[in-house]
Antibody, heavy 117, light 107 residues
Framework: QVQLVESGGGLVKPGGSLRLSCAAS????????MTWIRQAPGKGLEWVSY????????YYADSVKGRFIISRDNAKNSLYLQLNSLRVEDTAVYYC??????????WGKGTTVTVSS | EIVLTQSPDFQSVTPKEKVTITCRAS??????LHWYQQKPDQSPKLLIK???QSISRVPSRFSGSGSGTDFTLTINSLEAEDAAAYYC?????????FGGGTKVEIK
């Protein structure tokens, strides 16, 4: 079935880095835009970034621009998010989601990133 | 940036009651408004797309309406399994944004 599985979260100190991965299965990954969305503890949803199916179009939220890098490997059916210069306020569950015609129709279970000294 | 304002923030409802959640956009977004349900410790699930289009395998008691700046999610005859947070989301323009969420509790 259609599935997204995130990994790579963990505890990191402020200023540190992490690389999140999202493994896709059950659909033709290379046909879809993909997105990252995050949710801070007890808070709402915040869009982080998206990448077009070919990887040529990329957008970031202002809150992460210049620090996070989205990428994908269509041969491996995988999406990535490199998190650099992490701040305490980046602490969140990070979800990978498939973008289908503008909306996110399939979500992973998320991976938790905790930024703390 | 398009700001989505949801109301109420919280609602405590008895089973079989009707629930209405509103989402107001800071500028017109046509019908590019979608609704998600997030149960505790789960990822969000798409409920309604493009303001009023139903999603397969979503119970028919969930419906959406509206266009432009004012939108509504209605849950007819609430069931215990509907206890969740509900979010609206606009895909009209970047940055993509979400409403602050409405938590629905079952009395």
């Amino acid at each position: 079935q259609v599935q997204l599985v995130e990994s790579g979260g963990g505890l990191v100190k402020p200023g540190g880095s992490l690389r999140l991965s999202c493994a896709a299965s059950g659909f033709t990954f290379s046909d879809y835009y993909m997105t990252w969305i995050r949710q801070a503890p007890g808070k709402g949803l915040e869009w982080v970034s998206y990448m077009s199916s070919s990887g040529t179009t990329i957008y970031y939220a202002d809150s992460v621009k210049g620090r996070f890098i989205i990428s994908r490997d269509n041969a491996k059916n995988s999406l990535y998010l490199q998190l650099n210069s992490l701040r305490v306020e980046d602490t969140a569950v990070y979800y990978c989601a498939r973008r289908n015609g503008g909306l996110m129709d399939v979500w992973g279970k998320g991976t938790t990133v905790t930024v703390s000294s | 940036e398009i700001v989505l304002t949801q109301s109420p923030d919280f609602q405590s409802v008895t089973p079989k009651e009707k629930v209405t959640i509103t989402c107001r956009a800071s500028q017109s977004i046509g019908s590019s408004l979608h609704w998600y349900q997030q149960k505790p410790d789960q990822s969000p699930k798409l409920l309604i797309k493009y303001a009023s289009q139903s999603i397969s395998r979503v119970p028919s008691r969930f419906s959406g309406s509206g266009s432009g700046t004012d939108f509504t999610l209605t849950i007819n005859s609430l069931e215990a399994e509907d206890a969740a947070a509900y979010y609206c989301h606009q895909s009209s323009s970047l940055p993509l944004t979400f409403g602050g969420g409405t938590k629905v509790e079952i009395k």
